[in-house]
């Protein structure tokens, strides 16, 4: 992973159509985390359109945050059409431990074998049946002890597995990275991290899943370094997150990427 | 209330998991304000899952901005649950003047008991059964209009009823205090209200209901006070505000609340 | 048009209440975007009280961008309760070329004579039946190869047709304007689009469709040319054009607006 930025340098030429069906809260922070980072968002979740906008997109973004019966459904439906066509797609398993429905959904979501699934250490716990239930959006669990997890869940599901924290632990199952870019006010700002998975899948359009997840996370939370050096508070953090994923530059994401192999 | 700072340091000690069913337009900032605060958001609003999420929450908000049906049964199935075991609540009416549905579904969820009612004057009438109609979200009457029709509300709810406005005014039907902290931008972002709900509720976790409101109202207005001095509009405004509920502590709340007995 | 300004300064004198139907990426900034202007929006979309709200109202902003059946049919709802009262109403067909189901969702609001339709040239050319599928909300037509279809579709609707880019084109089938003002990262701001066409239903509130929409664009186009002077990316572009739409006078509006007879 010497060549991070070359990951970004890609997405940004070609600019995929990330179709996302996120939740409430991330709705306008996703979009305009892809515009800064150079993709073209857009949201899309009725089911009478559903599908037929899929066919359209280059990636897609699923997020289960704010759930409901046919927005599960319409999940299901845009993911099965990105799975038919070898299309990436990218789940984000929002609070999964805390309820039934959330379990019921995901399982049905796993099935259609997404190309990535990011989440936090209680999420990932979560998802592969260890318990884990978090409190709401915000891990109670440390990266380290959702590895394993994380591991089984890569092979069990044939995705790659990203668990979000100070240090993320990005696996296919086989083959693992640590990424150590972030900052301590990232989790102050609400759908940063179902934001980043728009991102994950930008860069999924036409790459390698691993390497493309590991430069995607680490221009992620260099951007969020970056942010820290200008910010007085989340509110002012996140004005200078936008303003980093715009302006940072592949050559300054690979020299900046702190990624090692785990 | 000499003490208005306390509050502030209880709850970011707890950072208490909060519980919001509130309208689309608030979703992100009514987030971004807890987190910035020091508690813990979670947006659920599933039929499928919100009696089951509510249990696990400290406290729940509920606003009805964005209203329809689905969303006014969720909030009564959340309300029953904290009702039942006695965890804080709160209310906020928005618009109840504007439609019958609005009064209706007020009508529902003032039956079960809110912990706090907060609203602009034009709301604490409507609700009260006295008129003011406002406009939308916005108040057509000042405070004072609202300070009997506040008290009745209060003893007949078992509510503390706070009315928002330059000076709020809080009162539990038998004692009453005014809030003077705030600034006239406040007014120019939308949803400022709604996110103080949530803020309320964060408060009111393992405490008496009517101070920890007061230091709530004293708390934000005060952010407000900070942010007014750096901003230029009301886009800078809403970031400054964000970094102003972070860094303040609970000696500069103590320090600025403008708290009066009415 | 000489007088620019003077449209503005009689919104914020009047400050209408602005009835939104729009999606929820945009509802926060559509309702921030209002207020930083001066005007009251309100964000009402359950067919149990929408014709009952739109009664209220001032004007009314419809907004497809992340539709649904009952959404559609609320939009319909309010949209005749406009027409029927010869109130002004404004549509905007996001990504009306992408799915069959936006197209006749746009066919039924077309028949409720809405008063302006602003869209990029994609979706222009789409609702005018001559193709131009776009890529989700972001136009791959030039403005320049729409402008006969928006006649078109002027005529054909009775309505002002805008259609939005580097250079907007404004029309009402006999005369039209070109509005130069602008920046280019407003493009990269998610919703700016949406949010501009509730500006435009504030401003043609008593004033006459077409020179109000031109007003209302430059002005929109200014306040981004003043952010761009301050903006680092999207992110700081975002506050300061917040900041713009409140602190700019008439009297800079008219002296700033670059509006050419076409």
Known sequence: MEDAGTYLGTMRTTAPLVHSITNYVAMNIAANVLLAAGASPAMVHAREEVEEFAGLANALSVNIGTLDTPWAEAMEMAAKVMSAARMPWVLDPVGVGATQFRR????????????????????????????????GADSTDPVTAAEASA??????????????????YITDGVQAFRVANGDSLMPRVTALGCSLNGVIA????????????????AYYGLSGERAAQKAKGPGSFQVAFLDALYTLSPQEVTAGARVVRA
């Open 104 to 135: 019921d959904v995901c399982a049905r979501l796993m099935a259609l074998r997404p190309t990535v699934i990011r989440g936090n250490a209680s999420e990932i716990l979560a998802l592969a049946g260890l318990g884990g239930a978090g409190r």
């Open 151 to 168: 591991r089984d869940l890569a092979l069990r599901c044939g995705a790659v597995v990203a668990v979000s924290g100070p240090v993320d």
């Open 202 to 217: 930008a860069f999924l359009v036409g790459q390698p899943a691993l390497p493309a997840t590991v430069a995607a996370l």
